[in-house]
């Protein structure tokens, strides 16, 4: 018998993108609310974006994830854009419009400032200064979720002191800039140590970071999740920091993008957590 109930079809796109834990996550959902429905991976080459893009609408899909290298891209491709996605400069969502339009969003600010929580559940930004080391998309996101949660001040670093200096340019009042080779003291007196470079991720080097001067108190986050415990998380965890990896800020962006295209708020449970850890 053929099932009448409309069939909704929303993935992630990127190259590489087959890596992906998004797929396990949102068809967790789909299985666990009874949708007509499906997610899968798209593969896009950079050449293809714009087609893959503006074809989302004409294929009747609900929409897509966007995940590197196309997250620039695709914002300048988009009919509109939240206010959020407009400051960070980068989106990770696309949701077509019921007159096909296509807006975009980006729910990674809020997927990390949750996972957080998550670890810490009275955490405030206002506790004391953050240290982010990134300045690209990721460390965007990172940036502007912390000003929006009332951070007073945000030390930036990253290899490249031009590109921080850039970011910095959404607050120059709480966002300073400090030199790669100040790292290690720019740790005195925070509260919160954000990693959203690659360095620790699976094939690449470790972050060389001496975390002498990191008061035990503070919360230690790497958005990395594949390895799940990066050297710096352990060595945090090691001298009694309360460490954060990648995993939930993955699995709490991918919350309003589902709620976005399928009209259902899920909740991150214990059983989709041990569904995804299951594939580390």
Wanted: aromatic fraction near 6%; charged fraction near 20%.
């Amino acid at each position: 018998m053929l099932d009448n109930k409309p069939f909704r079809l929303a993935g992630v796109m990127g190259m590489p993108v087959l890596q992906s834990r998004s797929p396990i996550i949102h068809n967790h959902w789909i299985q666990e609310h009874g949708l007509n429905a499906a997610y899968g991976h798209f593969p896009v080459r950079i050449d293809r974006v714009e087609d893959a893009v503006r074809g989302l609408s004409a294929l009747g899909l609900a929409g897509c994830n966007i995940t590197q290298p196309h997250k620039l891209a695709a914002m300048g491709l988009m009919d509109s854009l939240s206010p959020l996605a407009q400051r960070i400069g980068a989106i990770n969502c696309i949701v077509v419009q019921e007159n096909g339009s296509l807006h975009g969003f980006n729910f990674d600010a809020e997927g990390f400032i949750q996972s957080l929580r998550d670890e810490r559940p009275h955490w405030q930004a206002v506790d004391g200064p953050a240290v982010v080391l990134g300045a690209g998309g990721a460390a965007r996101a990172v940036v502007c979720a912390l000003l929006e949660q009332g951070v007073h001040e945000i030390r930036l670093i990253n290899r490249t002191r031009d590109k921080a200096e850039q970011l910095a340019d959404i607050d120059r009042i709480r966002v300073q800039v400090h030199d790669w080779t100040q790292r290690h003291h720019a740790l005195e007196g925070a509260a919160l140590l954000v990693n959203s470079t690659n360095q620790g991720m699976y094939g690449q080097p470790a972050l060389e970071l001496n975390l002498d001067a990191l008061p035990r108190q503070a919360l230690v986050s790497d958005l990395i999740y594949v390895p799940l415990e990066t050297p710096l998380l352990a060595q945090a965890r090691l001298r009694g920091n309360t460490v954060v990896n990648g995993l939930g800020m993955l699995l709490h962006q991918a919350v309003p993008a589902f709620e976005a295209w399928f009209g259902v708020r899920p909740q991150v449970s214990d059983a989709l957590r041990k569904r995804v850890l299951a594939t580390f």
